[in-house]
């Protein structure tokens, strides 16, 4: 999905993941606004945080990367 990348759910308040935390399969992991919709990004693996590669507020493509996981 192509659109404007969101690590946490409003201004100002925490982020959905952090580097370093751990990630289940469906857990909501950010938001990506495309055409007016903000559209629930879930992670697939389980696993620590080890990069994340979206900047908030910016733009994203189909396919990349969003945020790297180490499996535990």
Do not use: C
Not at 1 to 16: A, N, Q, V
Not at 34 to 53: C, P, Q, W
Request: without cysteine; aromatic residues 6%.
């Amino acid at each position: 999905l192509t659109g404007i990348w969101y690590g946490s759910p409003s201004p100002g308040t925490d982020p959905y993941v952090s580097v370093g935390g751990e990630v289940v399969a469906g857990q909501v992991i950010g938001l990506i606004e495309a055409m007016k919709l903000f559209n629930e990004i879930k992670s697939d693996l389980y696993g620590r945080v080890a990069r994340i590669h979206a900047e908030n507020g910016k733009l994203v493509k189909a396919r990349q990367p969003l945020i790297e996981v180490d499996p535990l």
